[in-house]
């Protein structure tokens, strides 16, 4: 059985470096062949992005929030996120990612803004109702050369969470209809 | 096998209410008799918060820090976590709580400060490395009569919460040495 | 001699009540006939909002970059201001809104996200080198009947801040060249 | 006439590179002759932080509720101001500082969190009342030889700002009662 995963993108500028971090997150978190990634890459959807009601613009939301996981992706603008990340997620209704384990994700250009992912990014996604385990991570743009490196020791912190998460959840009182 | 749990008080003023919620939400969340339970009442050791070194506080930083999971618990001075909370948070090395499955909880006097457990003790939590498995709680104190009704609610939404997080888990490669 | 003044809308629907709230807030607290208004409400430029370059919306950007005062108003949205307000503001670079004296202003369904203003939209408006002179506004839809007597006595709150401003820059070091 | 400053120090330990930053930003931001100055090391009143009633502790609140600028100063811990800091704000009633205009001041000791003074003290001081007229001030404390240069280009950020607040003032409503 797999895992469904997103990663969703929002920089202006499509196939964007912050999209690469992102994916390589996922590769380094969850075991090769365990899941099925579809990737949404918001500049490809500007045009559409504040269109209501939207066939299209709802595909992708419901997408998203039926995942395992997700990882949300995007430059800093302004010490947080974008605005392009922000429209997509006004789509959703109240508690519209309830479930959604989250991964709040901001490349910069130095530590100057390394507190965003963390205290912007991620209280944004549990308002949503994601479920956000361990820091945001952020990604100093000009160290892509390091690229593994540093994804995979991020994938680390987030697996040993993990863990200890499921430890406690064995512990936690059975709840009927929240599997699925 | 019991997991540690931990319950710290950030009010000034002793057995408050705040420590009757939180107490209530360990209760509601874990299954009986699968846990040890410390209380650590901060109004208890005002004299010593400042103290360095301190063995006593330091006795208590370690038996939280070693908990497998810990509700941290303050009423809302001035939107967000008290000075007191804060203090005993401050004692901790970088990353002191790392591993830690942290639940972040405010009291306060009506909805307007209701923000406050996910924009800001949350944060805090996770810069020192703790895991907060979903959106802070907020507890209006005047509802102390419906205590029992709303904390079953948020209880239950932790466990969906962590349900979700054991399934990416058991996707997600195996770390070794993270577990204890 | 006249200040200039801005209102910016981050609604996506047009002629919202927030704009309403906004340009009844500048009546309030500037003597009539003693300010230029430009507002813009942001629902008429969502086809150009991610366009780069564009004429148009460097022009507005200026323009608001040029202003004494600015109102930035925007319907909350996941607990703070609305994606397609952030979109303007990502078109500004670092420190764009310098000098500019800015008051953020959400609306929102109820007290619940009352921290909005002064937690999330006041520190973006500063990472701009906007000047935010006071706390920010935050007003319940549902209160449009009040509108006179709740904004009436923000503004008095904001005169009175401006005033206390004033004491203290009598007695701020002369600078040269930052008078207009 | 003089304006009264307050400067209040959040650092457990007296007499801290904290403190000597916020002395000279207050020198460098006013003229000389032109101001008293209250200096509250808060290192010095630990004992008293949480004692109800404290009359000693009621006049150094006191004494910073009626300044006319104070600059809040406190090393990072955390991500943001210290428990002690906060202890000592929590002792003033809602909008206990309402009128003062503020400066949030953090030094740390990298560029790691130079978010907190904006995105996290200001908010605090806000809530309270204060007006912050400008980015908080983040100071890296290995750049203490560089001390007078880099307090000298944040005063004249001050500066040019009480300027562009006092030119809007010129032209808000005449408040009556407000003056002091």
């Known amino acids: 059985m797999t895992v469904n995963v997103s990663v969703v993108v929002g920089n202006p500028k499509p196939a964007s470096r912050t999209l690469k971090v992102a994916t390589a997150l996922v590769e380094h978190l969850l075991d090769p062949g365990s899941f099925d990634l579809t990737l949404i890459d918001l500049a490809d959807h500007e045009a559409d992005i504040f269109a209501w009601p939207s066939e299209k613009m709802a595909a992708l939301n419901a997408s998203v929030a039926e995942s395992d996981l997700a990882v949300f992706a995007s430059p800093t603008y302004k010490a947080t996120y974008t605005g392009l990340l922000k429209a997509f997620l006004d789509r959703y209704p109240a508690n519209g990612l309830a479930g959604v384990v989250a ?13 965003g992912p963390t205290h912007s990014l991620a209280p944004l996604l549990a308002e949503l109702g994601a479920i956000v385990p361990g820091r945001g991570l952020y990604f100093v743009a000009s160290q892509m050369d390091r690229l593994d490196e540093l994804v995979s020791a991020a994938a680390a912190e987030y697996r040993g969470n993990l863990s200890r998460l499921a430890r406690v959840a064995a512990h936690a009182g059975t709840v009927e209809g929240v599997s699925r």
Chains 1, 2, 3, 4 share one sequence.
């Open 103 to 115: 991964i709040p994700l901001l490349t910069g250009a130095d530590q100057t803004h390394s507190m």
